[in-house]
Antibody, heavy 120, light 110 residues
């Protein structure tokens, strides 16, 4: 059974840092693109970042570029999102998701999400 | 403002067929396949349609997708009360080098 379990969310002050983790199981983690998607309270889905399966490249939304860093540890089947210089507008539930299909942009499995709140 | 546009709301009665539209541009929907998601309140999104109108295992064939040029549509036939949810379209964007989501459509079953 495919499972994605996020952790690491919480309350952080503006300008602070947080690292999210996504533990994967039930599939060959290294073979898939992995993504982070966020959803602010009461708002829609917003793609944040992705990491190619072959480790050759990463991509970021303009809103987080230069502040967030995605990484993966294929030996531990874990995806990470290091978030620095956090702003109030980064407050959201953060989901990790597995990518499939054309451009690996179809997200067939999602974690339960972890809430990040940026507030003083 | 989203790069990909959806109507904020849609509605239908049980048994009816409803469609939700999704409008983009040549760099996203015009060049890549469209994925559709259903999100029930308080839960993670669920993939309904991906690639060339493929449905993941367990998704009923009442759900179908289509695309023409830079626009796409999700059709739900035989509408049921449990279909009441938020629906999102998404696609890879070759100019942004990332995935773009529509703003979401709240479907109400009357």
């Amino acid at each position: 059974e495919v499972q994605l379990v996020e952790s690491g969310g919480g309350l952080v002050q503006p300008g602070g840092s947080l690292r999210l983790s996504c533990a994967a199981s039930g599939f060959t983690f290294r073979s898939y693109w992995m993504h982070w998607v966020r959803q602010a309270p009461g708002k829609g889905l917003v793609w944040v970042s992705c990491f190619k399966s072959d480790g050759s490249s990463t991509n970021y939304a303009d809103s987080v570029k230069g502040r967030f860093t995605i990484s993966r540890d294929n030996a531990k089947n874990t995806l990470y999102l290091q978030m620095n210089s956090l702003r109030a507008e980064d407050t959201a539930v953060y989901y990790c998701a597995r990518g499939i299909g054309v451009a690996a942009a179809g997200f067939d499995f999602w974690g339960q999400g972890t809430l990040v709140t940026v507030s003083s | 403002q989203s790069v990909v546009t959806q109507p904020p709301s849609a509605s239908g009665t049980p048994g009816q067929r409803v469609t939700i539209s999704c409008s983009g541009s040549s760099s996203n929907i015009g060049s890549y396949t469209v994925n559709w998601y259903q999100q029930l309140p308080g839960t993670a999104p669920k993939l309904l349609i991906y690639s060339y109108n493929q449905r993941p295992s367990g998704v009923p064939d009442r759900f179908s997708g289509s695309k023409s040029g830079t626009s796409a549509s999700l059709a739900i036939s035989g509408l049921q009360s449990e279909d009441e949810a938020d629906y999102y379209c998404a696609a890879w964007d070759g100019s942004l080098n990332g995935v773009v989501f529509g703003g979401g459509t709240k479907l109400t079953v009357l």
